[in-house]
C-alpha cells in the first residue's frame, strides 16, 4: 500500500507513479549442499563415542532465500529463511547405528526497518547486529558474542530478536539502542530462563580511527559496561581493542566437595555456579589485536583475548573430574555458559584472495591456542569460483593438546566438502 502522504506529494508534484515503482525487490537464492566427516576424541568424557554420540558422518542440503523489499527510503523488509534437510551418521566402538534424517526451518533474519528521518531509524525483528573490530569475538556485544573461529559458507550466526533504534546526529558521532524483550534462542536450556534487557552503545570515529562504549543490563538490574577502539599505526597496520567487564559470571564451574552425603572422605567434583566476586571486583573479558591489511587484498591478524570469568588450567581437569563421576552434567560441561572458556586464548589468523589460478581461489587460515590448558585449534577454508553462480568450498579442522583441553576434549578433526550456487 502507498503510503497517502506519499501518494499527494507526489501527484502535487506532477510524478508519475509509474516512472518509480513505490516497492522494489531485490534477492538471492543460495542453494548450499556439503558433506561432513568427524573424528571424536578419544576421551574418557566419550569413551568410544558411546556416551556423547556425536555425528561422524554427515550430508546436508539447504536453501538461503536473501530477499529486501524497499518503499522508497522509508521502509526496508529483510528476509533470510533457511530450509535445511540432512542426514547423519553415528558410530560408538564398532558398531554402526541407523542413519537419521530431519528437516528443519527457521529464519537467519527476519526483521523491518523505518527510516524515521536522515538521522533515525528504527529496527524490528531478528537481526545479526554487530561491531567491534576483532575476529574472534566481539566482548562488548552482550546480544552477539558467537565467535567467528569456524566461519566457512556453512557458518550461521544465531540471531536475535530485538528492536534496535540507530541515531547518527553527524558524521562523526552515532548512537545505538538494543531492546531485547522476547526469547529467540531455540537452544536454550531450561536452567538458562531468558530475561528481557537492553544495550547503549555510542561511537565517535573519523575514518578507520574510532572509539566506542557501551552499557548494558537486564530485568534483573545486573549491568555490565564495556569499550571498544581502534587506531591506524601505519598506512595499514591497525591496533585495536574490544573489552567488557561487569560483576558476577552465571557460567558453570567445577566444585570440589570433602566427601557425599553419606559421610564419606573421597573428594566429589560436581558442577555449579560460581558466586558473584566481592563488591566493586569485575570480571574484564578484554581482546587486542593487530591487524594488517596489504595493498592486494591479504589479511592478517594478531589477537589475545583474556577473560577473568573463563576457565584455567585446574577448571578443565576439574571439569573432566565431574564429567567422568556424573555423566549427567555432560549438558553443562560441554555447555557452561561461554562461546570461548578458557581464560587466556591467543588467535592468529590470514586471508590470501586472488590465489591461482585465475585468481579463483581464496584461503582463509584461522588458529587459537588456550594458554590455559595448552590445546590448539587449526581452520582452514577454501573456496574456488568455479563458475559465475558456483563456488566450491572446502574446510579443514584439526585440534591438538589433553584430553580435558578447551579445543580437544570432544573432536580430534573433521573435513567438509560442499559448493554453493547462487540465483
Do not use: C
Not at 534477492?27 to 549442499?33: A, E, M, R
Not at 530478536?161 to 531455540?186: G, H, K, W, Y
Request: glycine share 8%; proline share 7%.
Amino acid at each position: 500500500m502507498i503510503p497517502l502522504g506519499l501518494l499527494l506529494a507526489s501527484l502535487a508534484a506532477g510524478e508519475s507513479m509509474l516512472a518509480e515503482p513505490p516497492v522494489t525487490v531485490r534477492g538471492s537464492i543460495d542453494w548450499i549442499s556439503s558433506g561432513r566427516a568427524v573424528k571424536p576424541t578419544a576421551t574418557p568424557l566419550n569413551p568410544s563415542n558411546r556416551v556423547l554420540e556425536l555425528p561422524v558422518g554427515l550430508a546436508q542440503t539447504e536453501l538461503r532465500p536473501n530477499l529486501k523489499l524497499e518503499n522508497g527510503h522509508i521502509l526496508a523488509l529483510v528476509l533470510r529463511p533457511r530450509m535445511l534437510t540432512r542426514v547423519t551418521w553415528v558410530q560408538t566402538g564398532s558398531r554402526w547405528q541407523e542413519a537419521e534424517g530431519d528437516a528443519s526451518f527457521s529464519w537467519i533474519e527476519l526483521y523491518l526497518t523505518w527510516r524515521v528521518s536522515e538521522n533515525v531509524a528504527m529496527t524490528y525483528g531478528r537481526q545479526n547486529f554487530q561491531w567491534g573490530p576483532g575476529e574472534l569475538t566481539s566482548p562488548s556485544n552482550r546480544f552477539i558474542q558467537q565467535s567467528q573461529l569456524m566461519r566457512d559458507p556453512l557458518f550461521v550466526v544465531n540471531s536475535r530478536e530485538m528492536l534496535r533504534v540507530n541515531l547518527s546526529p553527524s558524521q562523526v558521532f552515532s548512537a545505538v539502542v538494543l531492546a531485547e524483550l522476547r526469547d529467540s534462542d531455540d537452544q536454550r536450556r531450561p536452567d538458562n530462563p531468558f530475561r528481557p534487557r537492553a544495550q547503549l552503545k555510542l561511537e565517535y570515529g573519523k575514518n578507520a580511527d574510532y572509539v566506542g562504549a557501551t552499557v548494558s543490563s537486564d530485568s534483573l538490574g545486573l549491568v555490565s559496561f564495556g569499550e571498544y577502539a581502534q587506531i591506524v599505526l601505519a598506512d595499514a597496520l591497525f591496533l585495536y581493542v574490544d573489552a567488557s567487564h561487569q560483576g558476577w559470571s552465571e557460567a558453570y564451574y567445577p566444585v570440589t566437595t570433602p566427601g557425599a552425603p553419606l559421610g564419606t572422605t573421597t573428594p566429589v567434583t560436581t558442577m555449579a555456579r560460581r558466586h558473584p566476586k566481592p563488591p566493586r571486583v569485575l570480571f574484564t573479558n578484554a581482546l587486542a589485536g593487530l591487524r594488517y591489511n596489504f595493498s592486494s587484498g591479504e589479511d592478517v591478524r594478531v589477537e589475545l583475548l583474556f577473560n577473568d570469568a573463563g576457565y584455567d588450567r585446574r577448571d578443565f581437569r576439574g571439569a573432566l573430574a565431574a564429567g567422568r563421576a556424573n555423566p549427567m552434567l555432560l549438558p553443562v560441561i560441554t555447555d557452561p555458559g561461554f562461546e570461548l572458556l578458557g581464560d587466556k586464548i591467543l588467535y592468529a589468523s590470514v586471508r590470501l584472495p586472488d590465489l591461482p589460478p585465475s585468481k579463483s581461489l581464496t584461503l582463509e587460515l584461522r588458529y587459537a591456542y588456550s594458554l590455559a590448558d595448552g590445546s590448539g585449534l587449526v581452520f582452514a577454508n577454501m573456496t574456488a569460483n568455479v563458475l559465475d553462480a558456483l563456488v566450491a568450498f572446502v574446510s579443514l579442522y584439526g585440534s591438538h593438546g589433553p584430553v580435558y583441553g578447551e579445543f580437544s576434549r570432544l573432536v580430534r578433526g573433521a573435513a567438509v566438502v560442499g559448493a554453493v550456487y547462487t540465483w
